[in-house]
């Protein structure tokens, strides 16, 4: 079946920066737009960014927008998020998710912790 595997996750100062990974196996991945969402402690997952099958369009949240970049490269079945100017508000647990759309996704990796400090 689908899997998904996040890496990349740590933790950095607060103004630093950290890229992402997911790996993608199990259909076909430039078939599926891919997205990265995050879980903070005591707070709902919120939508970060995500990128169209092609990697033409992208969609980021206002929280991230000029500081977070999204890419893939379908080569290697891979996307990554590139987070620039890490501010301690950013630490949560970030998702990599695969979907048909961009705005539906159909499965989730397990998570990879990341933590800013101030």
């Known amino acids: 079946q689908v899997q998904l595997v996040e890496s990349g996750g740590g933790l950095v100062q607060a103004g630093g920066s950290l890229r992402l990974s997911c790996a993608a196996s199990?259909?076909?991945?430039?078939?599926?737009?891919m997205g990265w969402f995050r879980q903070a402690p005591g707070k709902e997952r919120e939508f970060v960014a995500a990128?169209?099958?092609?990697?033409?369009?992208?969609n980021y949240a206002d929280s991230v927008k000029g500081r977070f970049t999204i890419s893939r490269d379908n080569a290697k079945n891979t996307v990554y998020l590139q987070m620039n100017s890490l501010k301690p508000e950013d630490t949560a647990v970030y998702y990599c998710?695969?979907?048909?759309?961009?705005?539906?996704?159909?499965?989730w990796g397990q998570g990879t912790q990341v933590t800013v400090s101030s």
């Open positions: 199990g259909r076909t991945f430039s078939n599926f737009a």
């Open positions: 990128i169209s099958r092609s990697g033409i369009s992208t």
């Open positions: 998710a695969q979907g048909r759309h961009i705005s539906e996704y159909d499965y």
